[in-house]
């Protein structure tokens, strides 16, 4: 999935005991599962039909159901019914319902459970759910959909909800004759039959029957679709979009995935096994997409992609999130983790494969350089916070799992997977994943199997270099001491953003591929594999650890070898991603007190001539992270952080300019956007009377006045810089547009405006209805960048609470993003015990990580401000940046 996891052995460390696992006393082999939606009074009826082993003698069955109303049950064994009226009872904290029958299914015999049973077509996306869609003629139409990942299969039908419980599916979908119907496999017939719904003919369409597979992979559409096609791979490759959406718009993606196919097939070794793919645009989609095999499903943004009005990033994007979920079909759908804590093997690998095709298919997007601000910098940033957890966590039951999907399981353990592959070498790296997948194919792994397949491909002991990584919290920091004999002294210790590790907290040592490099290249090989260690260096002076930063660590220098580095970036010795990521290390040392925030400050300053578009990405990024903590701060500070980053930014957003041409590469597009919204969202007059002059043109008609890189940075400084009007303009625009980029792009900036009155029109957005759920996240992006806007977030939710758990259940994943949201842009220790006292009385299972991570976030905004608020305003005043 993309965003915003059965028995282990003992070594694993991990406590079997303590999961809530169904009783292991049959094993389902197969599924018929039949059902028929009602769009009338959004409701599905079904029958399930499991076939069993039955491992012990068993006079009862217990298995997952979630809002499921059961009608019926029967029970057979060795073709004799054993009891067609069992007894039902249902355990609501777990989710079972267990099924008791009187005569014993014998252990070694085949048995056969049938359920049938009704449920809810609900607005929650998850299980088998509703989405909706405005026609052409401006009527909703509506579509039944599924997203069972991870625990959410048994929301749609009774099951074996865990992942190693892997079974075959034959799935039978009933609707109306005009609608099409979807699944994982391909169609094997159609039928007319009678509706118990309508009492009319509608037709039946059963699929051909699965390859084995987790429930949470299992999928299922009905509705009003158009679809594209492409015969380029093997098998048939689909777009599948409902009415409304330009169903040409899913081009890119739908030629993107057929050569996608074909390269993995040849890069993992393994033919794609099922007979074909479809990718499906879904309204109401929580997360960015999900790999259900041979049906993938998408957020609408994240698979139609109309170049016209779409800038480069949203290219990239789709592109990402393609290549991601077509990862899976391999890894993770053929190779499924055995239980949740191993998410990470999914999720990391999925990442990684994404950033790895897409170097392959698009080299001039160079997205490993942009990897080192993206995937490195939210691993790093997360896992620096007490709150965080290993990469392999304990999970025990639901509403455990859903809060794990997030930038440890995916850009830590890609990160992870990066640091071995370039330690391995990728082809070596490459050669133990085929190993992996072709033993494990159709099984349940553990993490220990890919390091054991990676090992024995080789010849290296990479289980216990490795374990440290996945089983523990965080990552060190390692300090360079330089002696006067051309070697330096290393030491690690554990990173937190809070600067207050305790001495049990760094018991931890991790084995850390040091990456050297030098003027004569990088060395791979060098490890620190202690607490500390003395290194030998050329006598040239030159030296710079975590070459292009595929290792997982902040690097700690002196101030005089920072200046050094500084200089030998502008020599050329420095990649592009070992400068970026210097000034990420500097910047995060500042924030946790390695380094004086004044210093940082400085090396920015020394940037200006910067020529890459991902260094400038981080400069801009580290000055963020200052404004969100400098926030709350006097304005006449705030007015100088912002004036130096528009001292920064205007020189080169003026020498790059704000037109575009199809002579600008990827890159260059991007890099010309970013520095125009920076500059002009600091106060850079010329770029804001452009931006203005362009709003004007647009909201007039001529949407060739602003191209499509920069259409947020425009709204944004339309509503910073201008008032109800710019508001009014913006939120019809949202209205009436019928591209999901460019209402999103709207609802972004809506938050930028100030005025208390627009505030509150913004936050209304949030329980009016105007904004599906699945985007109520969006309106809130803008409102984080000003204090105003923080304070009314928080008070916002307080005031709408009931609403706002009604809206969002805690069990889904989106609560949690909406209370990091919603409490996280606080800075200062008042503001902490009001986000304390708040939830002291409140309930905050299913995201309780969140909140406590939001907490960590605050805590490190509170010392910073503590260590540094006076460093930063006498270097503001000495720079000539306070009037």
């Not at 055995?338 to 392959?360: K, M, P, Q, R, V």
């Not at 966590?393 to 399981?409: G, L, R």
Request: charged share 25%; proline share 3%.
């Amino acid at each position: 999935m993309c965003r915003t996891q059965a028995m282990a052995d003992v070594s694993s460390g991990v406590n079997v005991q303590s999961r809530e696992l169904l009783p292991a006393n049959v094993i389902p082999r197969h599924y018929h599962v039949t059902l028929e939606p009602d769009f009338e009074k959004l409701t599905f009826d079904g029958t399930v039909v499991i076939d069993l082993d039955v491992v012990e003698d068993s006079k009862s069955i217990s298995l997952h159901t979630l809002e499921l109303d059961v009608h019926g049950a029967k029970i057979t064994s060795g073709g004799q019914t054993i009891s067609s009226t069992p007894a039902v009872s249902y355990n609501e904290d777990l989710q079972i319902s267990t099924f008791d029958f009187d005569n014993a299914a014998p252990k070694g015999s085949k048995a056969q459970l049938e359920v049938s049973f009704t449920g809810q077509l609900n607005d929650k996306m998850a299980g088998f759910y509703r989405s909706t869609y405005k026609n052409a003629d401006g009527s909703e139409g509506i579509m039944a959909v599924t997203q069972m990942e991870p625990t959410d299969a048994r929301r749609a039908f009774p099951c074996f909800d865990e992942p190693s419980l892997k079974a075959e599916f034959t799935v039978t979908l009933i609707a109306d004759k005009n609608l099409t119907c979807l699944s994982n496999m391909d169609v094997a017939s159609e039928t007319e039959v009678q509706s118990k719904i309508s009492g009319g003919t509608r037709k039946a369409v059963t699929f051909n029957k699965s390859p084995l597979m987790s429930t949470y992979l299992v999928a299922f559409v009905v509705g009003e679709l158009n679809y594209i096609e492409t015969n380029d791979f093997r098998v048939p490759v689909r777009v599948y979009a409902p009415p409304g959406q330009d169903i040409e718009h899913g081009r890119f993606s739908l030629d993107l995935a057929a050569k996608t196919l074909a390269f993995y097939e040849k890069v993992f070794g393994i033919d794609f096994p099922l007979p074909k793919m479809d990718q499906i645009a879904i309204p109401d989609f929580a997360q960015g997409a999900m790999e259900n095999w041979g049906l993938v499903t998408y957020r609408v943004v994240d698979l139609l992609l109309d170049e016209k009005v779409s800038g480069a990033a949203t290219k990239e994007r789709v592109a990402e999130v393609v290549q991601h979920e077509l990862a899976h079909q391999w890894f993770g759908n053929l190779v499924t983790m055995d239980w949740w804590d191993g998410l990470w093997l999914n999720e990391g690998f999925a990442t990684w494969a994404s950033w790895y095709s897409c170097n392959i298919f698009y080299p001039e997007w160079k997205v490993w350089e942009s990897y080192v601000t993206d995937s490195l910098q939210r691993a790093l940033a997360l896992d620096s916070l007490r709150s965080s957890h290993p990469i392999e966590v304990p999970v025990k039951k639901a509403d455990e799992i859903n809060q794990i999907f997030d930038a440890i399981s995916y850009s830590k353990g890609s990160c992870v997977l990066r640091m071995i592959s370039t330690y391995l070498g990728e082809d070596m790296f490459l050669e133990g994943v085929r190993r992996y997948l072709k033993k494990h194919a159709y099984g349940n792994t553990q993490t220990g199997d890919l390091w054991a397949s990676l090992a024995e491909a080789s010849g290296k002991n990479v289980e216990d270099v490795m374990q440290v990584w996945t089983k523990h919290i965080g990552y060190p920091v390692v300090t360079v001491t330089e002696k006067d004999d051309n070697t330096i002294h290393l030491k690690q210790n554990r990173f937190l953003r809070t600067a207050d590790t305790k001495p049990e907290e760094d018991q931890v040592i991790y084995p850390v591929f040091l990456g050297l490099r030098t003027k004569g290249g990088v060395d791979e090989t060098v490890t620190l594999a202690n607490r500390e260690g003395d290194f030998k260096m050329p006598s040239d002076g030159f030296f710079k650890l975590n070459a292009n930063h595929t290792g997982l660590y902040r690097t700690s220098y002196s101030p005089e070898r920072l200046e050094k580095l500084g200089a030998a970036a502008k020599q050329g010795l420095l990649s592009v991603e070992d400068r970026a990521g210097m000034i990420a290390d500097a910047g995060a040392l500042a924030a946790s007190g390695y380094q004086k925030t004044s210093g940082v400050l400085s090396l920015l300053k020394g940037f200006s001539t910067e020529t890459e578009f991902v260094v400038w990405n981080e400069l801009i990024s580290r000055i963020g992270s200052l404004h969100g903590t400098w926030m709350f701060e006097d304005q006449v500070i705030r007015d100088g952080i912002e004036a130096f980053q528009r001292d920064l930014c205007s020189p080169k957003a003026h020498e790059l300019g704000w037109e575009f041409s199809d002579k600008d590469g990827h890159i260059q597009q991007q890099f010309k956007a970013m520095l125009f919204g920076s500059a002009g969202l600091t106060g850079d007059e010329t770029i804001i009377k452009a931006a203005k002059e362009m709003f004007t043109k647009y909201m007039a008609g001529d949407k060739s006045a602003i191209h499509p890189n920069i259409r947020g940075s425009v709204f944004s400084m339309a509503l910073k810089y201008g008032g109800t009007e710019e508001y009014d303009a913006i939120l019809n625009f949202y209205h009436t547009s019928t591209n999901s980029d460019e209402r999103n792009t709207a609802l972004r900036s809506l938050g930028r405006a100030k005025d208390p009155e627009l505030i509150k029109r913004t936050l209304s957005l949030l329980f009016s209805g105007e904004v599906k759920d699945q985007d109520i996240y969006m309106p809130t992006a803008g409102l984080r960048g000003h204090a105003n806007g923080v304070e009314a977030l928080f008070a916002c939710m307080t005031e709408n609470w009931d609403e706002l758990v009604k809206k969002l259940p805690p069990a889904l994943s989106l609560l949690g993003t909406m209370v990091t949201i919603c409490t996280s842009g606080f800075t200062n220790q008042e503001q902490l015990v009001r986000v304390e006292k708040f939830f002291a009385d409140k309930p905050t299972a299913g995201f309780d990580q969140s909140l406590a991570q939001s907490l960590d976030a605050i805590r490190s905004k509170v010392s910073w401000l503590e260590r540094d608020r006076t460093d930063v305003t006498d270097w503001l005043k000495a720079s000539g940046y306070l009037k």
